[in-house]
């Protein structure tokens, strides 16, 4: 580079000294006595003096761009070489993310051909816009892992570089470490001293076995261990890889436990709460002990896990349990009687919200069940407030009158009480205070109940239920009763006043009401009745219910039958399920909804039905099964909840939508939970 700047600067000179010299004898000709000779002399020179300056400077400039333009591919051949050997594999694209070069790396470990001209996109699966933020965008090309990082190299031509950092080793190690993570499996036999009851020995015997069989067929072909803590309990510490096989295959080991045959009348139960989700066995075991409780308040039969912070669950084909043995509703109503006056039983702590160091009982009772009540719902709060108004100064029913399917018992009530029972909502809100017990029947749902600012403000709040546990329930409670093997929430509120004894007592027209509610959720002592059904319902027989009073709460009027009618003619049988849909604008459309699901299910061959209507911008579905179908799992799949028998579910959509995805539902739920 200093040569040819050397020889440039001596060609200059040297030119510039011929022009010179040729000027300077110009001058001295001319000043000679032959003017006229000197004259052309001096202007032949001058020219050649011109001549030879304009020859100085092209060559000059020619020289000068010869050397630049070399120096310039210099520079670009740099570049060239750099990229080439660029310690990781890359391209350059131009404006349309078309290819115009690429590293030797890159065709040699990424693509393994030709990529020039080809577009990026279409010869790997990558995000561009994402490759261009900070952390780059990871993609897998030919079994390997790369994070892509791209810059803009030339913005006046479009062009930008995409390189990629091969992560192929960490990847693959931090997979391997998240497939060795080991989970926590709680299983346990639901009910299982009532399933040992009255058999004997040899069957108790033979009945180990085959769960201790079942046991070793779901570890078979894991590194699992398993751990029998009691007689109905076993836990397992199960590896990712493996466990995530079970959850694809829905816990194959709950149906494998219904072929358990226990004395030819009952089948093996299984309830399975599993955590995986944990940093550790400690938390992977709350996690697994949540689940399993969220199995059991929902009837058992079942698995559940937590997925992306939502419990998701498998199973639930079986009906609850049979509640017949009454001890933890013993409990219960012992702690709830506590909680409202104290003393009346052994102290058991203050329940009490407050910072009174003292336990005190409630001055106030307000009790309210879900929206648009039903007999049960009505029933069973207005039988709890005739019994606490016997042990509080005040005690009402929180009930919206205009919005409900229960008005014939309300009515009847009203017309042979001598005090009011029943208020509405606002009237519940301005009776609110610290000195008020909440107690919510019929539902656990806090979008559901009859008022949610009054949930949003209580301090002190009691459940009663009947319906399987779901996920977000009323949060935070001082005492509940979840019972899902319960027919009804009225059965639950009977048990609870029989076993308070003669610390309280109700009338005939609350045991009526509480007897419509029973009547109600099992179809008339068809449908989810056990033992303790008919007991409960003994016991308001003995208290002075009168069966024809209740026959009567349930009469429709003719307009109610034809609708009902309408309804039922609409009918459509889609794989063994009555799909009908109802005339959203008419009145009493609940009441002929519901009714009319219930009579599909005589439809032969038909185990659920489901009534559709639209009210505003809401689809409406009411569903029933015999139980061989679980609607509450089919109406959960849509946003919706209930019971195994009895379930429900509101769509933001119309009516054909609605239908569809109905639809998809039950096919999803035949082919996840029959053979």
């Known amino acids: 580079m200093k040569k040819n700047k050397s020889f440039l600067m001596l060609l200059s000179a040297t030119m510039g000294v011929i022009a010179l010299a040729a000027l300077l004898g110009a001058f001295m000709l001319h000043a000679t006595e032959d003017r006229k000779t000197s004259g052309s002399v001096l202007i ?39 990229l080439l050997h660029f310690p990781a594999p890359c391209v ?101 001293d009532a399933l040992m009851a009255d058999i004997r020995e040899s069957e108790k015997a033979h009945i180990a076995v085959e769960i201790e069989k079942l046991m070793e067929r779901f570890l078979e072909g894991t590194t699992a261990i398993a751990k029998k803590v009691s007689d109905d309990k076993f836990y397992v510490f199960m590896e990712e890889r493996y466990l995530s096989r079970k959850i694809e295959n829905r816990f194959r080991i709950l149906e494998e436990a219904r072929q358990i045959r226990i004395g030819g ?54 009906t609850g349990a ?5 001890v933890k509703i013993r409990i219960f109503a012992e702690t709830l009687l506590e909680i409202i006056k104290p003393g009346s039983i052994e102290s058991m702590g203050n329940y009490r919200n407050t910072d009174d160091d003292e336990a005190q009982g409630f001055r106030r ?17 207005t039988g709890l407030c005739c019994a606490l108004r016997k042990l509080v100064s005040e005690c009402y029913v929180v009930v919206d009158k205009e919005k409900n ?9 009203d017309e042979n009480e001598i005090s009011n029972y029943y208020i ?70 009977t048990e609870i006043i029989e076993l308070w004894g003669d610390r309280t007592s109700i009338d005939a027209h609350a045991a009526e009401a509480l007897l419509s509610g029973i009547m109600l959720d099992t179809k008339y002592f068809v449908m989810k009745t056990g033992v303790t059904t008919f007991e409960t319902a003994a016991y308001l027989k003995k208290m002075g219910a009168d069966t024809i009073a209740v026959k009567a709460m349930f009469a429709n009027s003719i307009e109610t039958y034809h609708e009902k009618s309408r309804v039922i003619n609409s009918a459509e049988i889609y794989r063994k399920c009555a799909i009908a849909k109802a005339d959203g604008n008419f009145g009493n459309v609940r009441v002929a909804a519901s009714q009319a699901a219930d009579e599909m299910l005589g439809i032969t061959g038909v185990y659920a039905s489901f009534v559709m209507y639209k009210q505003g911008d809401i689809v409406n579905i009411s569903g029933r099964s015999m139980g061989k179908y679980n609607v509450q799992v089919i109406m959960e799949a849509m946003g919706g909840g209930g019971h195994l028998t009895m379930a429900a579910a509101q769509i933001p959509t119309d ?11 039950i096919d999803e739920y035949i082919r996840n939970n029959t053979k």
């Open 44 to 82: 032949l020179l001058s020219v050649v003096s011109i001549m030879l300056l304009l020859l100085e400077a092209f060559v000059f400039r020619n020289q000068m761009h010869k050397y630049l333009t070399k120096t310039a591919t210099q520079l670009v051949r740099t570049e060239r070489d750099s």
């Open 92 to 192: 350059i694209l131009d404006s349309d993310e078309t290819i115009v070069w690429f590293n030797k790396l890159f065709e040699k470990s990424v693509y393994y051909d030709d990529p020039y001209g080809e577009h990026l996109q279409d010869i790997m699966n990558i995000d561009l816009e994402k490759a261009f933020e900070e952390d780059g965008c990871q993609i897998c090309v030919n079994k390997r892992y790369y994070v892509a990082k791209a810059v803009h190299t030339d913005l006046r031509n479009g062009l930008s570089m995409v390189y990629f950092k091969d992560i192929t080793d960490y990847t693959e190690l931090r997979y391997d470490a998240y497939q060795s993570h080991n989970g926590v499996i709680i299983i346990v036999i639901d009910n299982y």
């Open 265 to 318: 009348r009952s089948n093996v139960t299984l309830s399975i709460g599993v955590g995986r989700e944990g940093k550790g066995l400690e938390e992977c075991e709350k996690l697994a002990k949540q689940a399993l409780e969220l199995c059991q308040g929902r009837g058992g039969d079942q698995a559940a896990y937590r997925e992306n912070g939502e419990f998701r669950f498998f199973g639930g084909v079986s």
């Open 322 to 326: 049979d509640n017949n043995n009454r």
């Open 365 to 381: 009772v307000l009790i309210m069940g879900h929206r648009f009540g039903d007999l049960d719902s009505i029933g069973s709060a």
């Open 405 to 413: 399917l229960a008005l014939s018992l309300i009515n009847y009530i």
């Open 424 to 493: 509405t909502p606002q009237q519940g809100l301005d009776r609110l205070d610290s000195d008020t017990l909440v107690i919510v029947v019929d539902t656990h749902n806090p979008e559901l109940v009859e008022s949610k600012e009054m949930i949003e403000r209580a301090k002190n709040i009691v459940v009663i239920d009947h319906h399987r546990r779901m996920v977000k329930g009323i949060e935070p409670l001082i005492a509940q009763c979840l019972e899902p093997g319960a027919s009804s929430a009225a059965e639950l509120v």
């Open 655 to 665: 009516l054909e939508s609605a239908d569809k995805q109905l639809r998809e539902v």
